[in-house]
């Protein structure tokens, strides 16, 4: 949708005159702008990020004035974009995100294409000149229309607000929530470009009042369920009766969907749940296969646990190696659950597309599965008993490793900082190695730590913004990235005084991007072409970047003293722990020698 509200004003006619007894346009403009807020407020934004600016001045008066509106300041307008993707991924609620015009609305366009692909609903105003100023070499001026392209669920232009078309303005506010909240491709960014006019001060004219009951002006559907059609719809009966005595599992990624309804349904059918620590299934619980990416390593024990059937429920694993294995399970039936018709199969080997949300259509397949009773298949207690005693071995595998090991690993490291994560709190990590360390190497928890990353579109930027927008509602978070990516976002400690929030930072520091190292491009460029190409070593030092920006550090370079500075008393406020590594060549050693102790672990269960 692209839509212009009200005509704009002849040229020349500079802010207009109203008509005879209506209020002054800067009045009509302020009011229009609180009516937008306030449409937002009905429709559950409760945070709004804004970056200072001129143009911007009614939209950030309206939102800084409304008073169920926690509103965070920030200089950098990319960290701004990820700071509200991060509070947006944490409450689970829209946020609105607002700058001025120009290259300041260019600024944004990482964090909304990482929103796009990540299903996470931000509403992204940019202020922009109105028509008579565009064209004419006016400062601060560019093509703000379908500025992020395809990136958005939808894309808005709003005319100067006219008086006479006040009776539109809270459906047209409501609906932009609506889109960014609950339309037909799930939750998303909404592109909001307003132009506005000088004089950009006004007093907010009477607006039109909204519904009584406090509810937004249009009600969208509630939940993915409502929205794509609930389990019932996916025939529930007829998936028990395909699944039951099969040997098969369930892949659980992010969005798996309520972890309770997901064991339900493996529990129903005697499957276990190989479980991403992002899809909070990660639990320990019989039946959770947390090290699956180390057991499919081993030729054997990935052909002897191949099965007749697979759950994929959420986005995928990180890992490639659990990728190829369910692209490569031949014949077996593989059923892809998403409520929004996303298709989340890169390798095409789906045989069947459930629309439905995940948690209701395992609640009601395990429910069909209860019903039919001793009359239906019954399941294969081996199979799930084969995978619990395969994934026991790796674990202690991995920790015999992990204490033997002389010096501080990155998967060790990954360990320890999974483990240190509150119940209330949350762990955020980049999407390069940390999030693949912690995939293969937390274990699975009582409770499992929740668990956010840039998973959408997979980029390393902005990961430090995101922690500190995911710990600006309170909750005390834990970050893990890398040294590369903690340099790519300084601007995320660019920020006003006071704006402590209980962020700790943990930066692998293994001197550039080993995430390369694992790469064919290391084994086939010259040492030194690849280091300068590709690992990048930085002369900035990390931890004198983050003391130049008032960032306490602390260096640690030892599993104990990192333990140590993870500890609860020692939490508080943004800070950095920098974690001193050997350089990637060490990180492909461990993961060789890791992969090594657990194929001798898990032999015996290969045959």
Same mark, same amino acid.
């Given at each position: 949708?692209?839509?212009?509200?009200?005509?704009?004003?002849?040229?020349?006619?500079?802010?207009?005159?109203?008509?005879?007894?209506?209020?002054?346009?800067?009045?009509?403009?302020?009011?229009?702008?609180?009516?937008?807020?306030?449409?937002?407020?009905?429709?559950?934004?409760?945070?709004?990020?804004?970056?200072?600016?001129?143009?911007?001045?009614? +939209?950030?008066?309206?939102?800084?004035?409304?008073?169920?509106?926690?509103?965070?300041?920030?200089?950098?307008?990319?960290?701004?974009?990820?700071?509200?993707?991060?509070?947006?991924?944490?409450?689970?609620?829209?946020?609105?995100?607002?700058?001025?015009?120009?290259?300041?609305?260019?600024?944004?366009? #990482?964090?909304?294409?990482?929103?796009? !692909?990540?299903?996470?609903?931000?509403?992204?105003?940019?202020?922009?000149?109105?028509?008579?100023?565009?064209?004419?070499?006016?400062?601060?001026?560019?093509?703000?229309?379908?500025?992020?392209?395809?990136?958005?669920?939808?894309?808005?232009?709003?005319?100067?607000?006219?008086?006479?078309?006040?009776?539109?303005?809270?459906?047209?506010?409501?609906?932009?929530?609506?889109?960014?909240?609950?339309?037909?491709?799930?939750?998303?960014?909404? !592109?909001?470009?307003?132009?506005?006019? &000088?004089?950009?001060?006004?007093?907010?004219?009477?607006?039109?009042?909204?519904?009584?009951?406090?509810?937004?002006?249009?009600?969208?559907?509630?939940?993915?369920?409502?929205?794509?059609?609930?389990?019932?719809?996916?025939?529930?009966?007829?998936?028990?009766?395909?699944?039951? %005595?099969?040997?098969?599992?369930?892949?659980?990624?992010?969005?798996?969907?309520?972890?309770?309804?997901?064991?339900?349904?493996?529990?129903?059918?005697?499957?276990?749940?190989?479980?991403?620590? +992002?899809?909070?299934?990660?639990?320990?619980?019989?039946?959770?296969?947390?090290?699956?990416?180390?057991?499919?390593?081993?030729?054997?024990?990935?052909?002897?646990?191949?099965?007749?059937?697979?759950?994929?429920?959420?986005?995928?694993?990180?890992?490639?190696?659990?990728?190829?294995?369910?692209?490569?399970?031949?014949?077996?039936?593989?059923?892809?659950?998403?409520?929004?018709?996303?298709?989340?199969?890169?390798?095409?080997?789906?045989?069947? /597309?459930?629309?439905?949300?995940?948690?209701?259509?395992?609640?009601?397949?395990?429910?069909?599965?209860?019903?039919?009773?001793?009359?239906?298949?019954?399941? =294969?207690?081996?199979?799930?008993?084969?995978?619990?005693?395969?994934?026991?071995?790796?674990?202690?595998?991995? &920790?015999?490793?992990?204490?033997?090991?002389?010096?501080?690993?990155? @998967?060790?490291?990954?360990?320890?900082?999974?483990?240190?994560?509150?119940? &209330?709190?949350?762990?955020?990590?980049?999407?390069?190695?940390?999030?693949?360390?912690?995939?293969?190497?937390?274990?699975?928890?009582?409770?499992?730590?929740?668990?956010?990353?840039?998973?959408?579109?997979?980029?390393? =930027?902005?990961?430090?913004?995101?922690?500190?927008?995911?710990?600006?509602? %309170?909750?005390?978070?834990?970050? +893990?990235?890398?040294?590369? #990516?903690?340099? !790519?976002?300084?601007?995320?400690?660019?920020?006003?005084?006071?704006?402590?929030?209980?962020?700790?930072?943990?930066?692998?520091?293994? %001197?550039?991007?080993?995430?390369?190292?694992?790469?064919? /491009?290391?084994?086939?460029?010259?040492?030194?072409?690849?280091?300068?190409?590709?690992?990048?070593? /930085?002369?900035?030092?990390?931890?004198?970047?983050?003391?130049?920006?008032?960032?306490?550090?602390?260096?640690?370079?030892?599993? %104990?003293?990192?333990?140590?500075?993870?500890?609860?008393?020692?939490?508080?406020? @943004?800070?950095?722990?920098?974690?001193?590594?050997?350089?990637?060549?060490?990180?492909?050693?461990?993961?060789?020698?890791?992969?090594?102790?657990?194929?001798?672990?898990?032999?015996?269960?290969?045959?």
């Amino acid at each position: 949708m692209s839509v212009a509200i009200g005509p704009p004003s002849p040229p020349g006619s500079g802010s207009g005159s109203p008509d005879a007894g209506s209020p002054s346009p800067a009045d009509v403009q302020a009011g229009w702008c609180a009516v937008l807020v306030d449409e937002w407020v009905r429709s559950g934004v409760r945070r709004a990020v804004v970056c200072p600016g001129s143009r911007s001045t009614p +939209l950030t008066l309206a939102l800084a004035r409304h008073p169920a509106i926690a509103l965070d300041v920030r200089l950098d307008e990319r960290s701004a974009g990820f700071f509200a993707l991060g509070a947006a991924l944490e409450s689970g609620r829209p946020v609105v995100v607002c700058t001025t015009s120009g290259t300041a609305a260019a600024e944004l366009h #990482a964090a909304v294409v990482e929103a796009h !692909h990540a299903g996470v609903a931000l509403i992204v105003c940019t202020a922009d000149r109105p028509p008579e100023l565009h064209g004419v070499g006016a400062p601060q001026t560019i093509d703000q229309h379908a500025l992020y392209g395809t990136a958005v669920r939808d894309a808005i232009d709003l005319a100067p607000a006219e008086w006479s078309q006040r009776a539109t303005w809270r459906s047209l506010a409501s609906r932009i929530a609506a889109e960014a909240c609950a339309g037909p491709r799930g939750p998303g960014p909404v !592109h909001v470009n307003v132009a506005l006019r &000088e004089p950009l001060l006004g007093a907010p004219a009477p607006s039109p009042p909204g519904r009584r009951d406090g509810r937004p002006w249009h009600q969208p559907p509630s939940t993915a369920g409502d929205v794509a059609g609930g389990a019932e719809a996916a025939d529930p009966g007829e998936w028990a009766a395909r699944l039951a %005595g099969r040997r098969g599992v369930i892949v659980a990624g992010a969005g798996a969907g309520d972890a309770a309804a997901v064991f339900a349904l493996a529990d129903a059918l005697g499957w276990p749940v190989l479980a991403d620590p +992002l899809s909070r299934c990660r639990l320990a619980r019989a039946g959770v296969v947390g090290a699956a990416d180390a057991l499919l390593r081993v030729p054997a024990l990935a052909g002897a646990l191949r099965p007749e059937a697979v759950v994929r429920l959420g986005s995928p694993w990180a890992s490639k190696v659990l990728a190829g294995w369910l692209d490569g399970c031949g014949a077996a039936v593989q059923v892809v659950v998403d409520p929004w018709w996303r298709w989340l199969d890169p390798g095409r080997v789906g045989t069947d /597309q459930v629309r439905s949300d995940p948690g209701r259509w395992c609640r009601a397949v395990a429910g069909s599965l209860g019903a039919a009773g001793t009359g239906s298949a019954q399941p =294969d207690a081996a199979w799930r008993s084969r995978w619990a005693a395969a994934d026991a071995a790796a674990w202690s595998a991995i &920790e015999r490793w992990c204490a033997a090991s002389a010096q501080l690993s990155e @998967p060790a490291v990954a360990r320890a900082v999974a483990a240190s994560v509150p119940a &209330e709190g949350l762990l955020v990590v980049s999407s390069s190695m940390p999030v693949r360390d912690v995939e293969w190497f937390a274990a699975p928890g009582d409770p499992a730590p929740r668990v956010l990353a840039n998973r959408g579109a997979n980029g390393i =930027d902005g990961v430090v913004s995101t922690a500190l927008g995911a710990a600006a509602g %309170g909750v005390p978070v834990v970050a +893990l990235v890398g040294d590369l #990516a903690f340099l !790519h976002d300084l601007g995320a400690w660019v920020r006003p005084a006071g704006s402590d929030p209980d962020c700790t930072v943990v930066v692998a520091d293994n %001197g550039g991007g080993g995430i390369f190292s694992f790469l064919p /491009q290391a084994q086939a460029l010259d040492a030194d072409e690849f280091e300068r190409l590709f690992t990048t070593p /930085q002369a900035v030092d990390v931890a004198a970047a983050a003391a130049g920006l008032g960032v306490p550090v602390e260096d640690v370079d030892t599993l %104990g003293a990192l333990s140590d500075a993870l500890l609860p008393s020692r939490r508080g406020g @943004p800070r950095v722990v920098r974690v001193r590594l050997p350089g990637a060549d060490a990180h492909v050693e461990a993961l060789a020698e890791i992969h090594a102790a657990v194929a001798e672990a898990v032999a015996a269960l290969a045959g």
